[in-house]
């Protein structure tokens, strides 16, 4: 008799177990979802703490490349003399193909200059470029000196970015993918929609999921409480949605969004 009741006991955890692990299973790639937003969130680094704005610094590193590219204007971005201004250059120069370019580059140029002799950046030559007398010397270093302009330009996009996302609270993409995690839809509401699924072909589904549709994991925690009629609900299968498993009953919705 005690064995037998050993079974019975044997077979209601069993049961039990299998009801719970069926349930983790169903819901394991729901959580999966955030292996990707994690990622996300350590990739970012504090740009609060950088002690000084690039903008300043590409500037002048796009000064110099001005004053290398084009040995037709370099006298002209070399002259001291800050009242020679672009409207009293000679027609031939004005009116040259990069003309408008150069025109909108010169002021910046000259408040660049300006700062670099301030700072005494360059001590041994006092307020005067280095000249560079060969063509190929001036391709050599064109060449060069743009490469690092078009890099300087590629990191300052990058850093703005990241004040933005930080700086603008609403339109943060990390927390609105993190809330779309929590509660799902578009991630700008947090609440429980019956049925809410994520979008076909989201990049976190792609990266940690591998399929296209998930359900919210405030939903997901929803359906697995013991102490409600919807813990009942038959556990999604994995890569299908509430669609596909038949939807919460309307009681059950309607006492799910009560609780929220």
Known sequence: MCLFLLFLLWLLLAETTKEVESAANANTKQYGVMCWLTAIVEAERPVKELKQDPTEAVDEILAVNMSLSDPKFQALFNDSDETNTWDKQDAKITGAKFAEDWQKSCSKWRAAKKKMMGDKINLQGGTNWQSIAAQSARQAASIAVRQIAVQAV???????????????????????????????????????????????????????????????????????????????????????????????????QKARHRRY
Do not use: F, M
Request: proline share 4%; with cysteine.
């Open 154 to 252: 590629a990191w300052k996009a990058d850093y703005d970015t990241a004040v933005k996302i930080i700086t603008e609270e609403d339109t943060n993409p990390i927390k609105q993918k993190l809330t779309a995690a929590l509660y799902g839809g578009d991630g700008k509401t947090a609440k429980i929609k019956a049925g809410t699924t994520y979008k076909a072909g989201s990049s976190y589904a792609d990266i940690c999921v591998g399929t296209n549709k998930r359900l919210s994991l405030a939903g997901d925690k929803e359906l697995k409480k013991p102490d409600t009629k919807a813990s009942r609900a038959t556990p999604l299968k994995p890569g299908r949605t509430s669609k596909d498993n038949g939807r919460v009953s309307g009681s059950h």
